[in-house]
């Protein structure tokens, strides 16, 4: 058979936040995407959640810019109104056939005036709105949408149903970009690899009544309690009783609604996400009102993840949400006025009754049908619960080679799970298509650049209203029309949503209509939105630097949202002072320096191997550093995933693979000394074995250093034989040692270490083990007798097919959050442990032969170490601190270092591995590029003013000043200083240091920060406002 | 500690009717002084013993600071209640893991049943206490028998643990001596003499002859009772309680039959239907019962049963009949009072006239005919029974909730005749309220037991102010007879 050759291209499907993370990943490590997605916009679920957990951040607006990445993207086909018919051919060259229906709007033509919807005389539920409004027949998906172009319901438009009827929107559409005859087409396209992306729906309440869904208008789905929070929803954020609208007081919150249920639905899984959002939701309300009483009632409270337990404890201490162990049976109406009765069991057992306003049902997400369908056309296999089957060591490969898989369609999970798993698979196409790299995509040339420095600055402003972000407490219209009094300004809009996609088309045209050449966005925080404010600036052909974002949202809007007022002054201050600053901008460019294609690894466990693996797959240079004599980290330990797959087997192929590697080094017995250099050119220090020292320069770090084992003091350990680690007792498991093997009774005991004072986060994996642990046990003996004694059983996801199945071989749970620790005493011939029952309430005791610690994961100590060596943050817990813990998981804000595995936080072994992918993925993002632009904001040195007294030098924490001496033209000995262009990082101290004013940060000067301060307290201003 | 309150304010709290609060103050349940301001002065020990009773959170502690907070765990309660030692169990109780080992402890049972906390245990505890083998506990607790088996807590269970069967092994386990002794007295009575309450062959005959004769002197010329008719199409079976206190509620049956020209018979010889065993847990029982049934069918050579008594009673039979008699099934059709009816309205065989009834109405649903036959026998009776009261009352409501979700009378598994009334009453509250709420004012029901409960109990207790009727009651009382008085006889 002839070799087919290897297709440098993508198909998405599924333009949610795992597909597009995915597609932008792809795109930029040199492979064409085809982004297919169903609904008419991309962008999945996210843009309909308010805000997002645990770090409360504005759903939408983080999401926007990746909307506007994807949208502008040369590499990446934004295919909406499409779904995929079949794929034929194999891994590496695929055909598919893709359906797209038509949208009956001229996507070419439409400029999303809105006109059409303005006049369309029908109207229909939104789904977008969970239904709680209304839309037209024509119109956009939400505001932000990408593409941002019209389209028709084919189900509600009178015209398609009845051509004699209505055609307005064509008739006033003013480019005339209506389509009544549009046809649906079909597309081949030829591919490498397939990434689905398909995403979830929550659960449907109102298939069961008892919930009263559907029936009373006060309870709502979670889903659509996020939309009447949103600002940007129908309700502008605010929350009324739907029944009446009058203001709620009580709310209750009910988990695992479609979720961990075998009599409603066949939803026997946990929806992993609830429990956190109720938590966010909660929060949010009560933030806005403390007044308000909001209770969750739950069965275990599932909130495993990093920080996630800080912020359910936050809820219940801080901010006062009560959390209520018992879960609902049913809603009843109270009286005719539109209350709510719960009738529940305390924890004591006794009857309460609660009248409450609304009711908030906590859905699950579940897989469609036409999801199922699809996955069935296109040959993979699905698990019991409708997800995508995934092997744990494989995480984003379907049972199809070739064929990706990623976000919740793997399983339920959050935001930042469905982003790891979005470039994990991009990491494992990049392996597969690696020879094709770069040979379909395009890169555009930029647009020439205006020389603006003989210009007088024409500042354009533009407000941003960030839906209700900001408009709702700020008048936008007064200070847009302040802002058009200050001096430069020549231009000055409003924008719904500055950074939606068609807001940087407006940009670019009135850069050039009105010969804009500098820009102030009052908005939002440039951490998260100048890099895509620059590219506009570019992309209108003037210098990216040329702008200046007053953060009139979180250091104003959110802050004072209590006081109009005074956050209108304080928004018209921050404007006055960013054009200040902006008009003594200068154009800068960027260093362009190559890349080193080589990533060094540290830690060779699961998460550091696979990251090796799939960048040298990928064709990059590896060094592996292992502090130990082996391979293989904490898994060496591991007997099984959660899904019974046998750790041993395929730890051994792994790290046979990693040692066969031709572009994989190993240094066995090292640690890493010291660091140096930057993102694309490190140089790093590693001490191999006896003393001997080796540099190694490369481009990119994945930091990959595990974690390690608490060492119990509680429960006897240590004193007691028969009470043993869970990593112990797996050992003596495996040899069937004769504790275990003549063992009649066992006792788990859960949380050990974790969830206290001293460690007040969870270890995540060891409720699962536990249970795997008791279920070997019974089924190798049924008659033995096994307890776990827990707290909270967090079998997140599919894992709950695993608690069910413990259950059913009669092993015992036995809750000890109420009633306190289980106690431990040395008895004859075993151990009696005494624990009260969490449902009798009463004291209970077991004679164990053996009782089993699940002892908590505790941070690496090395992590400081290397935390300072790269100057990285570490969480109080002593785990490295990503980036951005809902969309930059694997990233730092010190560029080209990486995170992976147990470093970052206790997860079980495929989530390591998803995560060492996607770290891979980022790395060979960068590699791909092979230059590397760095920020100019550097230092820049004034030979006039600088004396060279080299007070910078000793402050510089980059050791990137030197001390230069030279002559002047009549030979005088001179002494300055050299700033390091590329080590410099812009920080600022040498010219806080200087006391000539010798030295000025790009982008920071003193000129500019003076005018800001100038501005600042401008008197004439303050009195102006006074009076 | 003294606690006062208000009758008013007591009701309120333990959500019952001001009238039982009168009640278990002038039967001693609650005992009371009357103090200034028509308020009553309480013992708090009193107060609390009611509040333990009743399964509610006392509103105030014995220690005033406590006031309002939530009962202390009970290992801070000074009394530590002995050890459980938990070991393998032997002869347990049951062994499918559906029956209590699935279970997830998450409490949706016990917030649906209406008389959880009454001594201190609800569903989540009996399952919990069956799971870690308090066998004997369970056994010798009332609660099993408080507990009307109505299955509203089955039919909330995430895991579908089966609830009910496992009540009912607690039930059988129990010595025979020490089930409540009416519902043994029944049991054995019928097994001993053909019907629950010992009614002698003669007078039962007698009494069924002079019914037939006063039916044709009034509404339907020509009738006589069909007794021991070979051949007739459908044996009908008659509880003991109505020709011993009410004799005059077998007219109505008559009527429709009569009307409808049915071919029907009652059988001389056990004719009791309602079958007892079930309450009891006598699987022995239920069968010899039922089996007796089956033989009246051959030896009168009918095609068709109908159980009108009791919704426990088409639910023992049917269960009985599937687990012990499938055969039968095959041999005759087993109709259920709503079934019937909708034949005869369908065929035309019967008109009702809906101007007979004019207020509110609304239909309670039978915990047998209803959830557990939906479980059992794949079909729950909730539409049917709506069409047919609908048919005769024009104005109609729901209860909320209704169907598969509706709360139990309270009178239900045998509660009617146990002797634990107090509870039975206290476990109607949230039937009377749903009623009281919903604003209708004649309640129709399927179940003799309901009746008995929502009219004698409920609706004195709580001030109700309805009228309760039997289905067919509805039915025989909207009939629009022809004027000749009834049909010609159809032979099926």
Known sequence: ?1027 | MIYEAKVNDLAEEFGVHRNTIRNWINSGVLPAQEGPGRRYLIQWEDYKRLCDKYGREPRIGPDPATVGEAAPAPRSNGAVPAAVRLEAKVNPLYTAPALADVCLACGSCAGACPISGVDDLDPRKIVRMAFLGLDEELVESDWPWKCTMCGKCEVVCPMNVEILQLMRRIRSRRERDKVPPAIQKGVVTCLEKGNNLGIPKDDFLILLKELGEELAGSSCPGFATPIDVRGARMLVTVNSKQPFAEPDSLKWWWKIFHAAGESWTISSEYWEGVNWGLHSGDYSAMRTIVKRIIDNIERLNCKALLLPECGHAYYATRYALERWFPESLQQFKVYTVFDLLLEYLAEGRITLDPSVHTRLATFHDSCNYGRKSLKTFGHGYFDEPRALTRACCPQYVDLAPDREENYCCGAGGGAWASPFWAERVFHGRIKARQISESGAKLVVTSCQNCRDQLQTSLNREFNLNIEVQFLWELVANSLVMAPQGGGEVRHG
């Not at chain 1, 209108?568 to 902006?582: E, N, Q, Y």
């Not at chain 1, 002593?878 to 813990?885: C, D, K, L, M």
């Open chain 1, 1 to 1027: 058979m002839a070799e087919q050759t290897t297709i440098g291209a993508a198909l998405v499907v599924g333009g949610g936040i795992s597909g597009m993370q995915a597609a932008l990943d792809l795109a930029d490590s040199g492979y064409y995407v085809y982004l297919v997605e169903k609904t008419g916009a991309i962008g999945g679920a996210m843009p309909q959640y308010n805000k997002v957990f645990p770090t409360n951040d504005c759903s939408m607006c983080i999401i926007a810019p990746k909307l506007v990445e994807c949208g502008r993207h040369p590499n990446i086909r934004i295919m909406t109104l499409s779904t995929v018919l079949d794929v034929a051919g194999r891994a590496g060259n695929f055909t598919v056939r893709v359906r797209e229906y038509p949208r009956y709007v001229d996507v070419t033509k439409c400029i999303a005036c809105g006109q059409c919807s303005g006049s369309c005389p029908k109207s229909v539920d939104d789904s977008f709105n969970s239904n709680i409004a209304k839309r037209k027949a024509i119109y956009i998906k939400y505001p932000q949408a990408v593409p941002l172009k019209y389209q028709i319901d084919p189900q509600a438009c009178l015209r398609l149903k009845n051509p004699d009827k209505c055609g307005v929107c064509a008739e006033i559409c003013p480019p005339g970009a209506i389509n009544f005859n549009d046809r649906e087409r079909d597309h081949e396209i030829k591919i490498g690899a397939v990434v689905m992306a398909l995403g979830f729906q929550t659960f449907d309440p109102s298939k069961a009544k008892v919930w009263g869904y559907g029936v009373y208008p006060n309870v709502i789905t979670s889903l659509q309690f996020e939309r009447y929070l949103s600002p940007n929803g129908p309700t502008d954020g605010l929350l009324t009783r739907p029944s009446d609208r009058k203001p709620v007081k009580r709310i209750a919150f009910l988990q695992c609604i479609g979720s961990r249920d075998k009599n409603r639905c066949n939803n026997e899984y946990c929806s992993a996400v609830c429990c956190m959002y109720a938590i966010k939701e909660a929060m949010t309300v009560k933030e806005a009102n403390p007044e308000l009483d909001v209770a969750i009632f739950y069965m275990d409270m599932r909130t495993p993840g990093k920080e996630f337990d800080r912020y359910f404890e936050r809820a219940k201490n801080e901010y006062g949400v009560r959390f209520v162990r018992s879960r609902i049976h049913g809603v009843e109406p109270k009286g005719t006025k539109g209350d709510l009765r719960l009738h529940y069991i305390s924890v004591q057992g006794k009857q309460v009754e609660e009248t409450v306003d609304l009711v908030v049902l906590s859905v699950g997400l579940e897989t469609p049908d036409s999801m199922v369908k699809l996955a069935e056309k296109i040959g993979i296999h699905m698990t019991p619960d409708r997800f995508a089957s995934i092997s744990a060591f494989m995480p984003v490969h379907t049972s199809k080679r070739g064929v990706f898989t990623c976000g919740a369609f793997n399983g339920p999970r959050d935001i930042p799970q469905s982003v790891i798993g979005g470039s994990a698979a991009a990491a494992s196409v990049s392996a597969l298509l690696a020879p094709a790299r770069h040979t379909l995509t395009r890169t555009l040339p930029p647009p020439p650049e205006l020389d603006v420095r003989r210009q007088t600055p024409r500042i354009g402003v533009f407000v941003c209203h960030c839906g209700t972000n900001i408009a709702g407490v700020v008048d936008v219209e007064e200070v847009a029309a302040y802002a058009a009094t200050l001096p430069q300004v020549a231009h000055v809009a409003r924008n719904l949503f500055t950074c939606a996609q068609d807001t940087q088309d407006l940009l670019v045209q009135e850069i050039r209509d009105k010969g804009l050449n500098r820009i102030v966005i009052a908005a939002c925080t440039p951490r998260t939105h100048e890099p895509l404010f620059r590219k506009t600036l570019k992309s209108a052909g003037i210098n990216e630097y040329l702008i200046e974002m007053a953060n009139i949202r979180n250091q104003n809007a959110w802050v004072h949202n209590q006081q109009p007022e005074v956050a209108t002054a304080k928004a018209k201050d921050l404007i006055r002072m960013a054009v200040a600053k902006v008009s003594s901008l200068t154009a800068r460019k960027p260093l362009r320096i190559p890349i080193a294609p080589s990533v060094l690894v540290i830690g060779g466990g699961v998460a550091g191997m696979t990251a090796a693996l799939n960048l040298a797959q990928q064709g990059f240079q590896i060094h592996l550093v292992e502090k130990t004599t082996q391979l293989g980290g904490n898994a060496l330990h591991l007997f099984q995933t959660w899904n019974g797959e046998h750790v041993p087997r395929y730890l051994k192929g792994l790290k046979e693979e990693v040692q066969q590697h031709p572009l994989i080094e190993v240094a066995y017995t090292s640690t890493v000394l010291a660091v140096s250099g930057h993102v694309g050119n490190f140089v790093t220090t590693i001490r191999t074995g006896a003393n001997r020292k080796r540099v190694i320069e490369h481009g990119a770090v994945i930091i990959t250093t595990g974690a390690k084992r608490y060492i119990p003091e509680e429960f006897e350990y240590g004193k007691i034989p028969k009470v043993v680690a869970s990593i112990e007792f797996d050992k003596l498991h495996m040899h069937n040692e004769t504790r275990v093997a003549n063992g009649k009774s066992f006792v788990f005991i859960q949380c050990v270490g974790s969830r206290n004072q001293e460690r007040p986060y969870c270890s995540k994996s060891c409720c699962t083990h536990s249970i795997q642990s008791a279920i070997k046990l019974k089924k190798e003996a049924p008659s033995r007798q096994i307890y776990i004694l827990y707290r909270e059983i967090r079998t997140y996801g599919q894992r709950e097919r695993i608690y069910n199945q413990a259950r059913e071989l009669g092993i015992v749970f036995i809750n000890y959050e109420m009633h306190g620790p289980p106690r431990i005493k040395k008895a004859d011939n075993g151990v009696l442990v005494e624990v009260w029952d969490h449902v009798l309430h009463r004291p209970l005791e077991i004679r164990a032969d053996v009782v089993i610690l699940a002892a908590a994961t505790l941070a690496s100590p090395e992590a400081g170490d290397l935390a300072t060596l790269f100057k990285l943050p570490l969480n109080s817990d002593g785990f490295f601190q990503e980036a951005h813990v809902k969309l930059r998981p694997v990233e730092f804000n010190v560029d080209g270092v990486f995170v992976a595995g147990l470093a970052h936080y206790p997860k079980p072994l495929e989530e390591s591995i998803s995560q060492a992918l996607a770290a891979a993925a980022k790395a060979g993002r960068l590699l791909a590029r092979k230059e590397i632009n760095l920020e100019p904001n550097i230092a820049l040195v004034d030979p006039v003013l600088c004396d060279g007294c080299g007070l910078c030098i000793d402050v510089c924490p980059y050791q990137a000043i030197t001390l230069v001496e030279y002559r002047d033209g009549e030979g005088n000995p001179l002494k300055t200083v050299h700033v390091d262009q590329v080590l410099c990082k812009g920080c600022g101290i040498c010219q806080g240091a200087c006391p000539k004013r010798g030295v000025d940060v790009a982008g920071f000067t003193y000129a500019q920060i003076e005018a800001q301060i100038d501005a600042a307290l401008d008197q004439s201003c303050v009195l102006e406002e006074d009076a």
